[in-house]
């Protein structure tokens, strides 16, 4: 993997802060090669009401909606109703990020479930899609979910020209009520590294390059209940950059 600053940002557990960018370069190279954003939902900046958050794409299953949770550091909750397989599904809502040759795309997440056994969910990118869901997944996506019924984190990038391809268990298992920190960085057009807790999860290394889509994607955040229970998935925070190597 290339030791570049920007290699380190998994490492270091920075990359969800955004005093990163500042630390690694001057305000004037993130200006000219970066662009991406984050939150810590510590504000009303994005959040609006529990249908709508400024620039993304709510859309509710049933009762689904996404709250400001008074916690320290900021949280956002997807909060699912109480029919089983409602929930929420929260997308940018423009799709901003392409994977190409002279640039890296570095995504990064701290999440955590009410209920793992019972909920299923995805955090990553994505083409639009209202539904994205381990029943649902787009053709062009590049993430982490778990589907109800285990504790099992898998990790998924496949694209139009790859076909459908099997997710991969990480082997890291998921728990009640326990954040847990997500990340990858899609190398131009050539492999995805993952990242678990800070650490890289070299069991979920994609280097086939048709998996990769070469496409135009959004961030998202889906979340599904899978009981008679309002289970939620709790987002702490989320940072997507893009840089031009």
Not at 69 to 80: C, E, I, P, S, T
């Amino acid at each position: 993997m290339p030791n570049s600053p920007r290699s380190q940002w998994h490492r270091n557990g920075l990359y969800g802060r955004d005093r990163t960018a500042w630390t690694l370069f001057s305000p004037e190279t993130f200006a000219r090669q970066m662009f991406g954003n984050f939150s810590h939902f510590v504000g009303p900046e994005e959040y609006q009401s529990t249908t709508a958050m400024n620039g993304f794409t709510v859309t509710a299953d049933g009762a689904g909606t996404i709250v400001l949770l008074d916690r320290v550091g900021g949280w956002l909750q997807l909060l699912a109703g109480v029919v089983e397989g409602q929930g929420v599904n929260l997308q940018q809502a423009h799709e901003t990020f392409l994977p190409a040759a002279d640039r890296d795309i570095h995504f990064g997440c701290r999440i955590e479930l009410d209920d793992a056994t019972e909920s299923q969910w995805f955090a990553g990118l994505a083409i639009t899609d209202t539904d994205v869901d381990v029943g649902t997944i787009p053709a062009d996506i590049v993430g982490y979910w778990s589907h109800d019924g285990d504790l099992n984190l898998d990790f998924q990038a496949q694209s139009t020209a790859s076909g459908v391809i099997a997710a991969v268990d990480t082997g890291q298992d998921l728990a009640d009520n326990t954040a847990i920190e997500l990340g990858f960085t899609i190398h131009g057009i050539t492999d995805i590294h993952t990242w678990i807790n800070g650490r890289e999860d070299t069991t979920a290394y994609v280097n086939t390059v048709a998996n990769i889509p070469i496409t135009e994607m959004a961030m998202v955040f889906s979340h599904r209940t899978g009981e008679g229970v309002t289970n939620s998935m709790k987002i702490d925070w989320y940072n997507i950059v893009q840089c031009y190597v």
